[in-house]
């Protein structure tokens, strides 16, 4: 991965150099990550006119799960435990003779920001806005395959949980469970926080886990994800429990299915982002649930679990191929309940089959 680390730096320095900034101070610890291979704790990366430098608080620990610094990648420990690693990079660029830095203001706070430009006065501080983020939204086939690791490890822990017995425990034990599990079957930990959602609550997005028990008749909406070597995947599926579903659930849950159908077949190369928020959106809008839809279809999903694009209505930009993302369209329905659907995709040409599943759990909707 050296080599490839070494070219996303190249790609940013690039950036910096025609906006006149010859270093560049990147402290988002996904971003620090992509380009030098680790992120430890409190870490930043200084891309310097001689050399780059990954400057931390304090020695990095060995850990599997942290990643492993790039061999070309210098490591710069501050002598003086407990050091703001930001803004000790800024001296460095100053001492190697930069007279600008580019910085990520949308990551530093006011105070960082402000440590960071009194640590060297003659140094112009510029903005790197989301130029990291940009290069991260087209994912090699690397990284596709870390992704592709984490779904089967998701896939597997839904998959267990769904031949265990459900009625009668709470969706605080059930979402502990799944979390156990993923590590288990050899994930660096949860996405994110497992949403484990039942009865009244189901189909709501973002939901955390209460103390309610599953019961008979029960809609439970499950979403969790898996992260396996930093990269997170996404994985929501509905269920009934106990008995058949009514006819309500059956009506509720074709019409989430179909939507979700329909943003996945909209996933293409050229495809406006808006446009495929549409494709998903429309069936729901046409069924009267406008008001019941969430904000988006789908983001993309890597080094974190919510990265750009914007699956939205206002989303501006096209899709481009090897973009993983995410389609989760529901409808929850205030205390009756309701249905989400989720599945992590890669962007491929029709060429190559068009879009690439990575979730493959049943979408077929199950009494457990």
């Known amino acids: 991965m050296s080599e490839v680390h070494a070219t996303r730096r190249s790609r940013l320095r690039e950036r910096c ?64 435990p407990g050091g703001e690693a930001a803004v000790a990079a800024a001296g460095l660029a100053a ?11 949308h990551d530093l706070t006011v105070s960082r920001y402000r440590a960071v430009s009194s640590a060297a006065p003659g140094l112009r501080l510029a903005d790197l806005g ?18 592709r690791i984490g779904a089967e490890i998701a896939d597997q822990a839904l998959g267990e949980l769904l031949e265990s017995i459900l009625v009668g425990r709470t969706e605080r034990h059930l979402a502990l469970e799944l979390e156990r599990r993923l590590v288990d079957h050899g994930a660096d930990g949860p996405a994110f926080p ?10 709501r997005r973002g939901h955390r886990p209460t103390d309610r028990r599953v019961e008979e008749g029960d809609f439970l909406s499950v979403c969790l994800g898996a992260t396996y070597r930093g990269y997170r995947c996404e994985i929501g599926r509905t269920f009934v429990i106990g008995t058949s579903p009514a006819d309500w659930q059956i009506e509720l849950y074709d019409l989430v299915f179909s939507a979700q159908r329909a943003g996945r077949e909209a996933l ?11 494709a998903a959106r429309q069936v729901l809008d046409s069924a009267g ?15 974190e679990i919510d990265e750009d694009p914007q699956l939205a209505p206002a989303a501006m930009g096209k899709l481009d191929a090897c973009v993983p993302v995410t389609v989760e369209p529901g409808v929850h329905l205030p205390g009756r309940g309701g249905v989400r659907i989720d599945d992590t995709l890669v962007v491929r040409p029709e060429a190559d089959g068009g879009p690439e599943l990575l979730t493959i759990t049943t979408k077929e909707l199950l009494a457990l």
């Open 17 to 80: 150099n025609a906006a006149g900034a010859p270093a560049a101070l990147v402290s988002r610890p996904a971003n620090v990550r992509y380009l030098a291979g680790a992120a430890p704790q409190g870490a930043v990366l200084l891309l310097g006119g001689q050399d780059d430098l990954l400057v931390c608080p304090a020695p990095p620990e060995d850990r599997p799960a942290d990643g492993r610094p790039d061999e070309d990648v210098r490591l710069h420990v501050l002598s003086s």
């Open 95 to 105: 001492a190697q003779g930069c007279d600008a830095l580019a910085v990520e203001e």
């Open 130 to 147: 989301g130029a990291v983020e940009q290069l991260r939204v087209v994912k090699d086939e690397e990284e596709i395959s870390c992704l």
């Open 194 to 203: 497992t949403s484990v959602a039942t009865g009244p609550n189901s189909g």
């Open 268 to 278: 293409m190369p050229g495809a406006a982002y808006r446009e495929v928020d549409r």
């Open 289 to 303: 649930y406008a008001e019941a839809l969430p904000p988006l279809t789908g983001h993309g999903v890597g080094l």
